[in-house]
């Protein structure tokens, strides 16, 4: 037991998806695994464990943004043994390339700033995914003929973003998308040696200023979360 996770030693598994949202953790673990159990309650962050394929997997959820991300991936790593960290949720698209529903796997990640901003000092760390994750998840992808873009994405600190000037930099430089856990992720992950990598499907469109249904955005997520469960065992 964590501060912040409140399961037992050996209810996490070494693979664990991590959403923001704890409902959807619920949904993803009841949809995709079979037998899950519900490892976590502390805060109403919801946690399950299950199998799936008769391989062990966790679905946890992480809230928003990269300080509730850290908190979570620092305590699955350090108290549970967690090897490899899934993130899955949701993305703006920044390109015109980029549709709704579409699958985006994040190469690397822009930030302004992170929790772990302090620990490089005047360095510009570069967080990136894992190689092999992501090459698991862009053939899973492929083989299942989802419509998916690799490539840089920008994790953001604010949701209520006033700052226009700097999304038309990102989409000139080639920004996928914007989404606000992974490079956190991505640079926890590095510092224990582990791997991580963020799945993501895109329900909102900045340029066109489209955006999904909120009732369509979950029924729109299963192919994200298997070919996360795909890659994750590749």
């Known amino acids: 037991m964590?501060?912040?996770?409140?399961?037992?030693?050996?209810?996490?598994?070494?693979?664990?998806?991590?959403?923001?949202?704890?409902?959807?953790?619920?949904?993803?673990?009841?949809?995709?695994?079979?037998?899950p159990v519900c490892i976590n309650e502390v805060r109403g962050m919801l946690g399950f464990t299950g199998t799936w394929k008769g391989r062990r997997v966790t679905i946890q959820g992480?809230?928003?943004?990269?300080?509730?991300?850290?908190?979570y991936a620092n305590e699955l790593i350090r108290d549970y043994g967690a090897k490899t960290l899934i993130r899955i949720g949701s993305?703006?698209?920044?390109?015109?390339s980029v549709a709704l529903r579409d699958i985006v796997i994040g190469m690397a990640c822009t930030a302004m700033?992170?929790?772990?901003?302090?620990?490089?000092?005047?360095?510009?760390?570069?967080?990136?995914?894992?190689?092999?994750?992501?090459?698991?998840?862009a053939d899973a992808a492929?083989?299942?003929g989802t419509p998916t873009h690799v490539g840089n994405i920008y994790s953001a600190d604010v949701f209520y973003d006033?700052?226009?000037?700097?999304?038309?930099?990102m989409t000139r430089h080639g920004v996928l998308a914007v989404e606000m856990?992974?490079?956190?992720?991505?640079t926890v992950a590095a510092r224990f040696g582990c791997r991580a990598l963020a799945i993501l499907t895109v329900s909102d469109h900045l340029l066109r200023g489209e955006a999904l249904p909120s009732a369509d955005r979950q029924t729109s997520f299963g192919d994200m979360v298997e070919i996360a469960l795909e890659a994750a065992f590749s």
């Open 2 to 35: 964590s501060i912040h996770i409140g399961a037992k030693p050996g209810e996490i598994a070494e693979t664990v998806l991590m959403p923001g949202d704890p409902l959807r953790a619920k949904w993803a673990a009841e949809t995709f695994l079979d037998d």
């Open 62 to 71: 992480s809230g928003m943004g990269m300080p509730s991300l850290s908190i």
């Open 91 to 96: 993305c703006g698209a920044m390109q015109e």
């Open 113 to 137: 700033s992170t929790p772990s901003l302090g620990f490089f000092k005047e360095l510009s760390f570069a967080p990136c995914a894992d190689y092999g994750l992501l090459r698991a998840a």
């Open 142 to 144: 492929a083989a299942r």
């Open 162 to 169: 006033e700052r226009p000037d700097l999304n038309e930099q």
């Open 181 to 186: 856990e992974a490079a956190e992720l991505y």
